[in-house]
């Protein structure tokens, strides 16, 4: 069955550093996504992207985050200068139809 | 607003039980209605999905109901085992000219004892 993936699964890096998190969306997917959540608190909606844009960003979604479709498979997200608070795991998912589908996550950890 | 409340907040059953977890919300223009699993450190995974016009749903020991007219659902399990440990999420989307919001609960998580 068709899953969705992303890499790396944990990133520890310091803060004021830029991550870059990985994601390959199920492939015959067009619409793409990215969440949040920190320890022990519900998931959060970051951004939504089709067709080769942004369709919607939250509030969390600032001006140090952006996001990417570099190719035909990957779908990045990038932090430019992360911060303690930015400690969370971060997941992507797809869709085609009305439901998403989620990848495993990346637990991202800022010293 | 858009909301999901989801109770209880925490459970604890013993194996071979069954048990209920709840969720309401006021989510409008109403789409759909999943229920997850989330393993510990994992990504959510898809239990079921619920449109308007569907009252339960089923998958292995998993029921889902949806009373559109309370705006209320329910997870059934049945005969538990300990894998099922995990916390459960229920997410609404609301649906506007094919641009799909998805309001998350902050779901139940649920420990099932040996």
């Known amino acids: 069955e068709p899953e969705v993936t992303q890499t790396p699964s944990h990133q520890v890096t310091q803060m004021g550093q830029e991550v870059i998190l990985r994601c390959v969306p199920i492939?015959?997917?067009?619409?793409f996504y990215w969440y949040r959540q920190i320890l022990g608190q519900k998931v959060e909606f970051l951004v939504s992207f089709y067709n080769n844009e942004i369709s919607e960003k939250s509030e969390i979604f600032d001006d140090q985050f952006s996001v990417e479709r570099p190719d035909g498979s990957n779908f990045t997200l990038k932090i430019r200068s992360t911060k303690l608070e930015d400690s969370a795991m971060y997941f992507c998912?797809?869709?085609?139809?009305?439901?998403?589908?989620f990848g495993p996550g990346t637990r991202l950890t800022v010293l | 607003k858009n909301q999901v409340e989801q109770s209880p907040q925490s459970l604890i059953i013993l194996e071979g039980k069954n048990c209920t977890l709840q969720?309401?919300?006021?989510?409008?223009?109403?789409?759909?209605l999943r229920w997850y699993k989330q393993d510990t450190g994992r990504g959510p995974v898809s239990l079921t999905i619920?449109?308007?016009?569907?009252n339960t749903k089923s998958n292995g020991r998993y029921t889902a109901t949806l009373d559109a007219d309370t705006k209320q659902s329910s997870l059934h399990i049945t005969a538990s085992q300990l894998s099922d440990s995990a916390s459960y999420i229920c997410?609404?989307?609301?649906?506007?000219?094919?641009?799909?919001?998805?309001?998350f609960g902050t779901g139940t998580r649920l420990k099932v004892l040996a």
């Open positions: 492939s015959n997917h067009l619409y």
């Open positions: 619920m449109t308007f016009s569907e």
């Open positions: 997410v609404v989307s609301a649906s506007t000219s094919g641009t799909y919001k998805y309001i």
């Open positions: 969720c309401n919300y006021t989510v409008s223009p109403f789409s759909n």
């Open positions: 998912a797809s869709r085609d139809g009305p439901g998403q589908f």
